[in-house]
Antibody, heavy 120, light 110 residues
Framework: QVQLVESGGGVVQPGGSLRLSCAASGFTFSTYGLHWVRQAPGKGLEWVAFIRFDGSNKYYADSVKGRFTISRDNSKNTLYLQMNSLRIEDTAVYYC?????????????WGQGTLVTVSS | QAVLTQPPSASGTPGQRVTISCSGSSSNIGSNYVYWYQQLPGTAPKLLIYRNDQRPSGVPDRFSGSKSGTSGSLAISGLRSEDEADYYCAAWDDSLSGGVFGGGTKLTVL
């Protein structure tokens, strides 16, 4: 079955950097787009970024544009999220999720999430 | 402030039918599919409805979705206690070139 396992979360100071990873299995990784979605404590879902199956196109929420970079390594079945210039408001559980072969908000399934805490 | 607008809460008694609305604009729901996600307490979200009105395998037919113009709707019939969860609508937004979610609706089964 499809599995997505995030790692790399933790506590970081404002202005710092963190790289999240998402190891995928159970499907042909190189043929699907992938999303990052986050959820601040006690809040709703916020879409963060999407990368197409071959990495040719990347899309970002305005709130992270210029600070976060989504990437993938199809040889390692792994998705990444490089987060720079972190702010307190970036504190959230970050979910990695499988998208579709086209650019849509079809997101299924989701990983279990990894918590990122930005605090001094 | 979420781009898609949902009521923050909804409720019903077991066996009832409840609906949750999702209002958007021409750049998101008006020109793209609506998706619905269910998040049970303490768990990751799960796809409930895709392409406006399609159910993934394993989702009971008590759940149904629809779209009209720039709004979407999720209906749950024969309400059960295990349906108590947060529900989110979502769509791609052509103007933002990104995804957008509703603020979420907390469903309480009384």
């Amino acid at each position: 079955q499809v599995q997505l396992v995030e790692s790399g979360g933790g506590v970081v100071q404002p202005g710092g950097s963190l790289r999240l990873s998402c190891a995928a299995s159970g499907f042909t990784f190189s043929t699907y787009g992938l999303h990052w979605v986050r959820q601040a404590p006690g809040k709703g879902l916020e879409w963060v970024a999407f990368i197409r199956f071959d990495g040719s196109n990347k899309y970002y929420a305005d709130s992270v544009k210029g600070r976060f970079t989504i990437s993938r390594d199809n040889s390692k079945n792994t998705l990444y999220l490089q987060m720079n210039s972190l702010r307190i408001e970036d504190t959230a559980v970050y979910y990695c999720a499988k998208g579709s072969t086209t650019v849509t908000l079809w997101i299924d399934p989701w990983g279990q999430g990894t918590l990122v805490t930005v605090s001094s | 402030q979420a781009v898609l607008t949902q009521p923050p809460s909804a409720s019903g008694t077991p066996g009832q039918r409840v609906t949750i609305s999702c209002s958007g604009s021409s750049s998101n729901i008006g020109s793209n599919y609506v998706y619905w996600y269910q998040q049970l307490p303490g768990t990751a979200p799960k796809l409930l409805i895709y392409r406006n009105d399609q159910r993934p395998s394993g989702v009971p037919d008590r759940f149904s979705g629809s779209k009209s113009g720039t709004s979407g709707s999720l209906a749950i019939s024969g309400l059960r206690s295990e349906d108590e969860a947060d529900y989110y609508c979502a769509a791609w937004d052509d103007s933002l070139s990104g995804g957008v979610f509703g603020g979420g609706t907390k469903l309480t089964v009384l």
